[in-house]
């Protein structure tokens, strides 16, 4: 056993320290194992297939993510082909529908139709291109009563095989058929025009070539568009590559293919494509990222004992850090306590409490010896039932006396042991030391009023970070010292206060308060002593009114001024007539000037016995209120400052003369809401009490933050004389908050505002918009070639071009544009503030200026330069649409749009989902 003694003496405190460190015999053995070359390759290895691992593990993460992007690409891409086939028929419908009701209006009964309505329908053939061919079906549907082609009388669709739509029942949709006569398949289309009491007149029908139908001019795509019929459940046809086939070559579909239906039409697209996209993608994608990881494998191995040190001194910094941290915070609560705990008892256990909880000590008590030498426990928290049934004394020749505890209590010194078992304890401390895991003691002494008091123990059960935390574990015990010190100095001033007050209650002299020789306060004592019914009575009268014998008033107005002039006290005998019973009586008058607001002298009235009674209790109270330490300040009914203690002085920097006839409102700053100042207003106005978080300013300049509590003073007649005010300062919580709140709405790589800002901002944005009747507008923005920046340089480099290009786009927005990062090199920028007028330009001009923020290459460490670009798409409200998460879906598809086309489109941004917005299109609609 090795022991390593310090003696180190603290200040006037007299404290000797010692630290015993002991090195445990029974860890041979194991630092041999832990030495041994096998031990070391294997932590070599671990890393290494820790990694491995994570890389195949990471491997079949990106083939997932790719089979999902396919299976979103595929998703999206059938939904525009649906759109597109739905907008194709529907426009068909309209046009059908626009010549039926134009042939009520002129001819409502066609049969067969005049030469004028068919010279108008060759005429609307002519404009409309799209139509091969257009009939007049009787209300039947079963003959055809003209058509601008020659054929047979008879429909090729039977009236039965025709369905209406379902928001549109005049709308009547066939099934898909094979027609000689116009050489190809069709999907016949009517409308049924009825006059006003909903009977049919007759139908307008045309056939849609299929092939017309599913015409997508799109090629270098991997999808297969099938239309099928869902009521019939048939294929109608299929797209390829750019390629209609309507025939038997279809190729079958799959049955996990995805189903889009086509708006409310009884058609539906199923899309699917090669099985081995996903798989192509993820080879054609992965190969720069196989090297990379195949050289930190490499890599792994060649530096891996190094890491494995980095990491160990790393694990200890932190566990440093983390401790530490914990006893900061530990500290700082029983310092809170401290300051507001009056109880020793529930002082004691709180300290116990917090140490265990936030120190992370496995057991702390607190104790001190009786009259038989033995420890009681004051306080304990943590594994308490370590101390059941077990003894500590102080006795030296005693078994139970022999711990360090004792030897502490004994010779006034702090002992650290790191192993209990191997201290002079007696046999059962030893055993419970084991079963409870303690390896690690620090035994302290508590002072109070400079003598030796209690003793303080702390166990642990990791001796290495035990004797780290030496320091905190002194500082804990000078804490407990200073708080029972507190709780004393508390006692005694409660002791004071209450004696001081039952002494003026009980006062056997009068007291009275001057201004002018008019009396401004009374006690009811002195109105006993004078035969008034109240003590109310005598304020506003004169004191001349109370002489016997006028000679008394003249001799105290000539030696008042003089004496008080001087400082000096005024000491006089008088004969005074009592009010109620003309009583003649003596009283020794004892008085001195009084500056305060409202008085200007001060007089005892008591028996010559007494008359220093009534003078002592005014000035313990004065005492009382200066030694409070936070700031006080005495207002009377009119709300004037009458009083004002050291505190508020030494805090605010305004004396009692800088004070006199103002009020507390003066002392606000202009931070202060206005809530809380009509609260204020109306606790003065009512009486009431108040208490509110205010701005103060301070005489030096600034301001601080502090909490008012306000209660009114009253009379026995229950009128508010005085208000007494207590102000503390909390301006440090309010920056911890203010702090919190900032990192909630902020990115913290960026700094720019997060996701949550965003939906603030952005509703915000919505109702300015929707009450000014301006436009907004939402981009999503999305960086191009990024993710090779972080392949090539690492993610360390992202971050750099991240920020830079956070600063490059805040520099280059307008006042009132909005810029937040929502993940990963995604932005959103919301744009306001835009004429509806001169909207196309205005926007061309904002995002134009955007994209220098890219324009030029961001540098990195060692002189090394990247380029990126960007994409972006835009939505625009009200337009788009009229909500926040709508905008942001809208800009989120037409952002996947420009993406998509990125190496074939002429601008990095885009409006409109379906079909980009030109930009000389650009208006608010």
Same mark, same amino acid.
């Given at each position: 056993?090795?022991?390593?003694?310090?003696?180190?003496?603290?200040?006037?405190?007299?404290?000797?320290?010692?630290?015993?460190?002991?090195?445990?015999?029974?860890?041979?053995?194991?630092?041999?194992?832990?030495?041994?070359?096998? +031990?070391?390759?294997?932590?070599?290895?671990?890393?290494?297939?820790?990694?491995?691992?994570?890389?195949?593990?990471?491997?079949?993460?990106?083939?997932?993510?790719?089979?999902?992007?396919?299976?979103?690409?595929?998703?999206?891409?059938?939904?525009?082909?649906? $759109?597109?086939?739905?907008?194709?028929? #529907?426009?068909?419908?309209?046009?059908?529908?626009?010549?039926?009701?134009?042939?009520?209006?002129?001819?409502?009964?066609?049969?067969?139709?005049?030469?004028? @309505?068919?010279?108008?329908?060759?005429?609307?053939?002519?404009?409309?291109?799209?139509?091969?061919?257009?009939?007049?079906?009787?209300?039947?549907?079963?003959?055809?009563?003209?058509?601008?082609?020659?054929?047979?009388?008879?429909?090729?669709?039977?009236?039965?095989?025709?369905?209406?739509?379902?928001?549109?029942?005049?709308?009547?949709?066939?099934?898909?058929?094979?027609?000689?006569?116009?050489?190809?398949?069709?999907?016949?289309?009517? +409308?049924?025009?009825?006059?006003?009491?909903?009977?049919?007149?007759?139908?307008?029908?045309?056939?849609?070539?299929?092939? /017309?139908?599913?015409?997508?001019?799109?090629?270098?795509?991997?999808?297969?568009?099938?239309? *099928?019929?869902?009521?019939?459940?048939?294929?109608?046809?299929?797209?390829?590559?750019?390629?209609?086939?309507?025939?038997?070559?279809?190729?079958?579909?799959?049955?996990?293919? %995805?189903?889009?239906?086509?708006?409310?039409?009884?058609?539906?697209?199923?899309?699917?494509?090669?099985?081995?996209?996903?798989?192509?993608?993820?080879?054609?994608?992965?190969?720069?990222?196989?090297?990379?990881?195949?050289?930190?494998?490499?890599?792994?191995?060649?530096?891996?004992?190094?890491?494995?040190?980095?990491? *160990?001194?790393?694990?200890?910094?932190?566990?440093?850090?983390?401790?530490?941290?914990?006893?900061?915070?530990?500290?700082?609560?029983?310092?809170?306590?401290?300051? @507001?705990?009056?109880? /020793?008892?529930?002082?004691?256990?709180?300290?116990?409490?917090?140490?265990?909880?936030?120190?992370?000590?496995?057991?702390?008590?607190?104790?001190?010896?009786?009259?038989?030498?033995?420890?009681? !426990?004051?306080?304990?928290?943590?594994?308490? $039932?370590?101390?059941?049934?077990?003894?500590?004394?102080?006795?030296?020749?005693?078994?139970?006396?022999?711990? !360090?505890?004792?030897?502490?209590?004994?010779?006034?010194?702090?002992?650290?042991?790191?192993?209990?078992?191997?201290?002079?304890?007696?046999?059962?401390?030893? @055993?419970?030391?084991?079963?409870?895991?303690?390896?690690?003691?620090?035994?302290?002494?508590?002072? *109070?009023?400079?003598?030796?008091?209690?003793?303080?123990?702390?166990?642990?059960?990791?001796?290495?970070?035990?004797?780290?935390?030496?320091?905190?574990?002194?500082?804990?015990?000078?804490?407990?010292?200073?708080?029972?010190?507190?709780?004393?100095?508390?006692?005694?001033?409660?002791?004071?206060?209450?004696?001081? *007050?039952?002494? &003026?209650?009980?006062?056997?002299?009068?007291?009275?308060?001057?201004?002018?020789?008019?009396?401004?306060?009374?006690?009811?004592?002195?109105?006993?002593?004078?035969?008034?019914?109240?003590?109310?009575?005598?304020?506003?009268?004169?004191?001349?009114?109370?002489? &016997?014998?006028?000679?008394?008033?003249?001799?105290?107005?000539?030696?008042?001024?003089?004496?008080?002039?001087?400082?000096?006290?005024?000491?006089?005998?008088?004969?005074?007539?009592?009010?109620?019973?003309?009583?003649?009586?003596?009283?020794?008058?004892?008085?001195?000037?009084?500056?305060?607001?409202? !008085?200007?002298?001060?007089?005892?009235?008591?028996?010559?016995? %007494?008359?220093?009674?009534?003078?002592?209790?005014?000035?313990?109270?004065?005492?009382?209120?200066?030694?409070?330490?936070?700031?006080?300040?005495? @207002?009377?009914?009119?709300?004037?400052?009458?009083?004002?203690?050291?505190? !508020?002085?030494?805090?605010?920097?305004?004396?009692?003369?800088?004070?006199?006839?103002?009020?507390?409102?003066?002392?606000?700053?202009?931070?202060?809401?206005?809530?809380?100042?009509?609260?204020?207003?109306?606790?003065?106005?009512?009486?009431?009490?108040?208490?509110?978080?205010?701005?103060?300013?301070?005489?030096?300049?600034?301001?601080?933050?502090?909490?008012?509590?306000?209660?009114? =003073?009253?009379?026995?007649?229950?009128?508010?004389?005085?208000?007494?005010?207590?102000?503390?300062?909390?301006?440090?919580?309010?920056?911890?908050?203010?702090?919190?709140?900032?990192?909630?709405?902020?990115?913290?790589?960026?700094? &720019?505002?997060?996701?949550?800002?965003?939906?603030?901002?952005?509703? %915000?944005?919505?109702?300015?918009?929707?009450?000014?009747?301006?436009?907004?507008?939402?981009?999503?923005?999305?960086?191009?070639?990024?993710?090779?920046?972080?392949?090539?340089?690492?993610?360390?480099?992202?971050?750099?071009?991240?920020?830079?290009?956070?600063?490059?786009?805040?520099?280059?927005?307008?006042?009132?544009?909005?810029?937040?990062?929502?993940?990963?090199? /995604?932005?959103?920028?919301?744009?306001?503030?835009?004429?509806?007028?001169?909207?196309?330009?205005?926007? =061309?001009?904002?995002?134009?200026?955007?994209?220098? #923020?890219?324009?030029?290459?961001?540098?990195?460490?060692?002189?090394?330069?990247?380029?990126?670009?960007?994409?972006?798409?835009?939505?625009?409200?009200?337009?788009?649409?009229?909500?926040?998460?709508?905008?942001?879906?809208?800009?989120?598809?037409?952002?996947?749009?420009?993406?998509?086309?990125?190496?074939?489109?002429?601008?990095?941004?885009?409006?409109?989902?379906?079909?980009?917005?030109?930009? /000389?299109?650009?208006?608010?609609?």
């Amino acid at each position: 056993m090795n022991y390593i003694v310090k003696d180190l003496f603290r200040g006037s405190l007299g404290i000797q320290l010692t630290v015993l460190k002991i090195s445990d015999p029974t860890l041979g053995p194991f630092a041999k194992i832990f030495a041994r070359p096998n +031990y070391q390759s294997l932590l070599l290895a671990v890393p290494f297939l820790v990694l491995l691992i994570w890389v195949m593990a990471s491997e079949w993460t990106q083939y997932q993510d790719e089979v999902a992007t396919v299976k979103q690409n595929e998703y999206r891409a059938a939904t525009v082909y649906a $759109d597109r086939i739905n907008t194709r028929l #529907a426009t068909q419908f309209n046009e059908l529908e626009f010549i039926a009701v134009a042939l009520l209006e002129k001819e409502p009964h066609l049969n067969p139709p005049s030469p004028a @309505t068919i010279a108008a329908l060759h005429r609307f053939m002519n404009i409309h291109r799209a139509f091969y061919v257009l009939n007049i079906q009787s209300a039947d549907g079963r003959q055809i009563l003209w058509s601008t082609q020659t054929q047979s009388a008879t429909p090729l669709a039977a009236p039965e095989t025709f369905t209406p739509l379902t928001n549109q029942p005049n709308f009547l949709l066939g099934t898909s058929k094979f027609a000689q006569r116009f050489n190809g398949y069709f999907i016949a289309m009517r +409308y049924r025009a009825t006059d006003a009491q909903g009977q049919t007149q007759f139908f307008v029908g045309s056939p849609f070539r299929l092939s /017309e139908l599913m015409a997508f001019d799109i090629h270098d795509t991997p999808w297969i568009f099938t239309l *099928r019929d869902n009521r019939t459940g048939l294929v109608m046809g299929q797209w390829q590559q750019g390629k209609v086939t309507l025939d038997q070559t279809i190729a079958a579909v799959k049955a996990d293919a %995805q189903k889009i239906p086509v708006g409310h039409l009884p058609l539906s697209i199923e899309v699917q494509c090669q099985d081995s996209l996903g798989w192509s993608n993820y080879i054609n994608n992965g190969r720069q990222r196989w090297v990379l990881e195949l050289s930190l494998l490499v890599l792994l191995a060649a530096i891996s004992i190094v890491s494995l040190n980095l990491l *160990r001194a790393r694990d200890q910094a932190n566990r440093r850090l983390m401790l530490s941290g914990a006893f900061n915070r530990m500290i700082a609560e029983i310092n809170q306590v401290i300051a @507001t705990c009056d109880d /020793e008892t529930q002082l004691l256990q709180q300290l116990c409490a917090l140490g265990a909880l936030h120190g992370k000590l496995d057991l702390v008590w607190i104790g001190h010896p009786d009259d038989t030498g033995e420890f009681q !426990f004051l306080a304990a928290a943590g594994k308490t $039932d370590f101390l059941t049934g077990l003894t500590l004394s102080i006795n030296p020749d005693t078994p139970s006396g022999q711990g !360090f505890c004792a030897q502490t209590w004994r010779e006034g010194r702090v002992i650290y042991s790191t192993d209990p078992k191997f201290s002079p304890f007696p046999a059962p401390w030893q @055993t419970r030391a084991d079963q409870f895991g303690l390896k690690a003691l620090a035994s302290l002494p508590i002072q *109070r009023n400079g003598e030796l008091w209690a003793i303080l123990a702390i166990y642990h059960h990791d001796p290495v970070a035990f004797l780290a935390l030496s320091t905190w574990f002194e500082e804990l015990a000078n804490d407990v010292s200073r708080g029972l010190s507190h709780i004393d100095l508390l006692q005694r001033e409660h002791h004071h206060l209450a004696l001081n *007050r039952a002494i &003026l209650d009980n006062s056997s002299g009068g007291i009275m308060l001057l201004k002018n020789r008019t009396i401004q306060f009374a006690n009811q004592r002195l109105a006993d002593m004078i035969g008034a019914p109240t003590a109310q009575a005598l304020i506003g009268t004169k004191t001349r009114d109370y002489y &016997l014998n006028p000679a008394d008033q003249a001799y105290l107005l000539t030696l008042i001024p003089t004496a008080f002039a001087k400082g000096e006290q005024v000491r006089f005998e008088a004969q005074f007539k009592r009010i109620d019973n003309n009583e003649i009586r003596w009283f020794s008058l004892v008085g001195q000037p009084f500056n305060q607001p409202g !008085f200007d002298e001060t007089w005892v009235v008591t028996d010559i016995t %007494q008359y220093h009674h009534a003078l002592s209790q005014q000035q313990l109270l004065a005492s009382a209120l200066a030694a409070v330490q936070e700031d006080v300040a005495i @207002t009377n009914a009119t709300q004037k400052i009458v009083y004002i203690n050291a505190a !508020f002085t030494a805090h605010t920097g305004f004396t009692a003369a800088d004070m006199r006839g103002r009020t507390l409102e003066s002392l606000i700053h202009a931070q202060t809401p206005k809530t809380t100042l009509m609260r204020l207003k109306e606790a003065f106005d009512d009486g009431l009490v108040f208490q509110g978080e205010l701005a103060i300013n301070r005489k030096s300049g600034g301001e601080f933050w502090g909490l008012l509590t306000i209660n009114p =003073v009253r009379d026995a007649n229950h009128k508010i004389t005085h208000f007494v005010s207590i102000l503390r300062d909390i301006t440090a919580i309010r920056q911890l908050n203010e702090r919190l709140e900032y990192q909630s709405l902020h990115d913290p790589l960026t700094h &720019l505002p997060n996701r949550r800002a965003l939906e603030r901002e952005l509703a %915000q944005r919505i109702n300015l918009a929707n009450r000014t009747q301006t436009p907004l507008v939402v981009g999503m923005l999305d960086l191009d070639d990024f993710k090779p920046v972080n392949d090539t340089w690492g993610h360390e480099a992202g971050d750099i071009l991240l920020r830079s290009l956070a600063e490059r786009l805040t520099m280059r927005l307008r006042e009132h544009d909005f810029l937040a990062r929502i993940g990963g090199d /995604e932005f959103v920028i919301v744009i306001s503030h835009l004429e509806a007028h001169h909207f196309g330009d205005q926007l =061309v001009r904002v995002l134009d200026r955007l994209h220098q #923020a890219v324009e030029t290459p961001f540098n990195f460490a060692d002189g090394q330069q990247s380029s990126v670009g960007m994409s972006m798409g835009i939505a625009i409200y009200p337009q788009d649409a009229a909500d926040g998460d709508a905008l942001m879906r809208q800009a989120d598809a037409a952002l996947y749009q420009t993406k998509t086309h990125k190496k074939d489109r002429t601008v990095w941004w885009r409006h409109g989902v379906k079909t980009a917005t030109p930009l /000389e299109d650009l208006t608010l609609k």
